[in-house]
């Protein structure tokens, strides 16, 4: 959501915060397709407990919109990743840099 996407900015890094699992679908891959249809994609879930009704809203709300995006070709390509703890706010809280955000970024598999 909107303080992850403050998270990333902190490390200088671009991002789009959703105010929930599902909400700003339609809104996201307008943006991409304007601004972003040769760039590579990544979504950064959370990372909710194992089998955690969260992790069902959490996974599911990534795949739709990587599936849109995907569908639409609003992007070169998309993925989805999560971070080692919660949340990249708490990871940042951590001491992630942004070389670590990269890091898992680079390891993604394209959906």
């Not at 339609?26 to 879930?45: H, Q, T, Y």
């Not at 969260?54 to 569908?71: M, R």
Request: proline residues 6%; contains cysteine; neutral net charge.
């Amino acid at each position: 959501g909107p303080t992850a996407a403050a998270a990333m900015f902190d490390l200088g890094l671009p991002a789009i915060g959703r105010p929930s699992n599902t909400a700003g679908r339609d809104m996201i891959v307008e943006f991409a397709k304007r601004f972003l249809p040769r760039r590579n994609v990544i979504i950064l879930r959370n990372a909710d407990p194992e089998g955690s009704i969260a992790q069902f809203h959490t996974i599911a709300g990534a795949e739709s919109l990587a599936k849109e995006l995907t569908d639409q070709k609003a992007c070169a390509s998309v993925s989805i990743v999560y971070p080692p703890v919660k949340d990249v706010r708490e990871w940042l809280q951590q001491g992630a840099t942004a070389h670590d955000i990269e890091s898992l970024t680079l390891n993604a598999m394209s959906v």
